[in-house]
Nanobody
Framework: QVQLVESGGGLVQAGDSLRLSCAAS??????????MGWFRQAPGKEREFVAA????????YNADAVEGRFTISRDNAKNTVYLQMNSLKPEDTAVYYC??????????????????WGQGTQVTVSS
C-alpha cells in the first residue's frame, strides 16, 4: 500500500514563505519511478494543479499562478518531494495535496493522471 504524507502547512502572513514536504512510503512503491505533483483546493473551488516534477527531478512545471514564487523539488534518496513557497498571497490559501503518477518521465498536470494522493496539509495566508 502506498502512503503519501504531507507536512509543513500552517498560518502565515502575506509575503512569508513555507516549505511543504511529502514523504512517500510503501513496501513495493518505487518513488524514483514516479513523477510527482502538487495540487491545491480552496473552499468551494475545484482542486487545481500547482506544480509537477519528473522522476529524475530534471524537469519541472508550474502553474501560471505560482510561477516565479513556488519551486518543486525532490530527493529520491529520502522518498520526499517538496514545494518551496515564497511571497505567499492570501489567494494561495488552500489545502495542498501531493500526488504520484505512473510514468515518471512525463510531467502531468491533470488530476486524473495521478494514481496516489496524500491527505493534504492546510496553508492559510493572512493579509
Amino acid at each position: 500500500q502506498v502512503q503519501l504524507v504531507e507536512s509543513g502547512g500552517g498560518l502565515v502572513q502575506a509575503g512569508d514563505s513555507l516549505r511543504l514536504s511529502c514523504a512517500a512510503s510503501g513496501r513495493t512503491f518505487s518513488f524514483s519511478s514516479y513523477s510527482m505533483g502538487w495540487f491545491r483546493q480552496a473552499p468551494g473551488k475545484e482542486r487545481e494543479f500547482v506544480a509537477a516534477i519528473t522522476r529524475t527531478g530534471r524537469t519541472t512545471y508550474n502553474a501560471d499562478a505560482v510561477e516565479g514564487r513556488f519551486t518543486i523539488s525532490r530527493d529520491n534518496a529520502k522518498n520526499t518531494v517538496y514545494l518551496q513557497m515564497n511571497s505567499l498571497k492570501p489567494e494561495d490559501t488552500a489545502v495542498y495535496y501531493c500526488a504520484a503518477a505512473i510514468g515518471g518521465l512525463v510531467l502531468r498536470i491533470q488530476k486524473d493522471q495521478y494514481t496516489y494522493w496524500g491527505q493534504g496539509t492546510q496553508v492559510t495566508v493572512s493579509s
